[in-house]
Each structure stands twice: as C-alpha cells, then as structure tokens.
C-alpha cells in the first residue's frame, strides 16, 4: 500500500497515519517529523525549514523534493508507505508523479477550520518519537509523558493561534488544490474526521476499500 494522506493541520492525519501504519505494517514518512527533527539537531536543513515553519509558511519545494525522494529510497519502503504531510503543493504532486512512483490512493480527511482551530490548542507532542496526543480526546496514560517510549510531551511550537491561522490559509491557498488534482487522476477518497477518533479511523478504512 502507497498512500498519500492529505488533510488540513490538525485534522488527524498524524494519528490515523500512526494507527495505518501498524495496521499495513509500512513506515509513516512525516515530512513535518523530518524536519522538526532537523531543527532540535540544528542540521542545515533545520537551519531552513526553522524560518517558514515558525511562520506557518511551507518550506521550498526543491528542497522537500529532495528530503521526500531520498527517504524513499531506504529499504522499509519497499513494501509500501504512508506520506504524511507531502505532497503538499502541485509542484511536489507533479515530482512525486515524475518519480514514477505508482501511488495507490489519495486519503483526505475533512475537518471543518473552526473544530480545528480548537483541536490544536490542546494538542502534544512527544520530543522524542513525534507520536501525537491530544488533551481532551487522546490523553497519554501519565501526563506529560509519551506512552510509547517515555519521551516528554510538549505542545508544537507552530500551534500557536497566529501560526495555526497561517497554516490553515496556507493549506485552503497550496494544499486543497491537490483533493482535484487527485480527483482528476481517480485516486482521492474521501473520509470525515469524527470526534472519536476510532470513528474517524472507521470512516478511513471505508474510504480505502474502495481501493
Ligand atoms: P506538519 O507536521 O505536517 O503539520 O508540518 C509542519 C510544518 O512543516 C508545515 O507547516 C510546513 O511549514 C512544513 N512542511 C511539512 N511538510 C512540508 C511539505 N511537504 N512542503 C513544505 N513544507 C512542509
């Protein structure tokens, strides 16, 4: 399974990525988890990205083509992936279409802005390994700390309300346009974001049937 997962900040693709990824038993590529692990290693990478993501910009698409065709090219994606977060402009969907990598869906999740405007105030981080958590719908076993391996949880830097509006008008401006580029190639499916989230994991998996 090769999938492209294709949604607004916040809307869940993170964590329906995560519980896809088990499931398929495939490696979630995040380019966001990519980079911000460039910033906390000060890398020249880093050094870029640091300056759009702070601003809720995207980060070059020269750059991120490069970032994405090199992951792809290590050994746990042979048998599939997910992509999280890329493409995210027509131009990193028409590298992505060049690379000659056969894409098997499209997956958007669809959240309308105002839930989630509220979704990321209470949203955390794990420092560590990026798994995602929430603090009313998906709280960690002990606060402040990721379940998965102890790391410490953290809200993003980019989900302050300033940044999360920015990000939102970046993705309806450059993002949005790929549901048709998508559409137009009969590759998109479509699920809802629900409140619970194994409702909204329910409606994904229905979407992929289709597949
Ligand atoms: P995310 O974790 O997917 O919300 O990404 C966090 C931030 O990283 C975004 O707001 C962008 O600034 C940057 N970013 C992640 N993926 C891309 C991409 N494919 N193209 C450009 N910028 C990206």
């Known amino acids: 399974m090769k999938l492209i997962i294709l949604a607004a900040p916040g ?21 966001g988890a990519i980079l911000r692990k460039n910033i906390s290693e000060g890398t020249e990478l880093g050094e870029i990205a640091g ?9 070059p698409d020269d750059v991120m083509i490069k ?7 290590e050994s746990d994606c042979k048998n599939g992936f997910i992509l999280d977060g890329f493409p995210r402009t027509i131009a990193q969907a028409e590298a992505l279409e060049n690379s000659h990598i056969k894409i098997d869906a499209v997956l958007t999740i669809e959240v309308p802005d105002e ?27 002990t606060e402040g700390v990721c379940d998965n391996c102890g790391g410490k949880l953290e809200t993003r830097a980019d989900d302050k309300p300033e940044t999360v509006k920015e990000r ?7 993002t ?5 580029f998508y559409a137009d190639r009969n590759m998109l499916r479509v699920a809802h974001g629900r409140e619970e989230i194994a409702d909204t994991t329910a409606e994904v998996i229905k979407a992929l049937q289709q597949c």
């Open 176 to 180: 949005e346009p790929l549901k048709k």
């Open 115 to 141: 839930k989630i405007i509220e979704r990321l105030g209470g949203r955390l981080e794990c420092k560590n390994c990026g798994s995602t958590y929430h603090k009313l719908y998906r709280a960690p076993k």
């Open 51 to 59: 300056k759009y993501i702070n601003d809720g910009k995207l980060i």
């Open 11 to 31: 809307a869940g693709k993170g964590t329906q990525a995560e519980l896809l990824s088990k499931h398929f038993n495939i490696p979630t590529i995040s380019t």
């Open 67 to 73: 970032v994405v065709e090199e992951r792809l090219l």
């Open 168 to 174: 939102l008008a970046t993705y309806h401006e450059q």
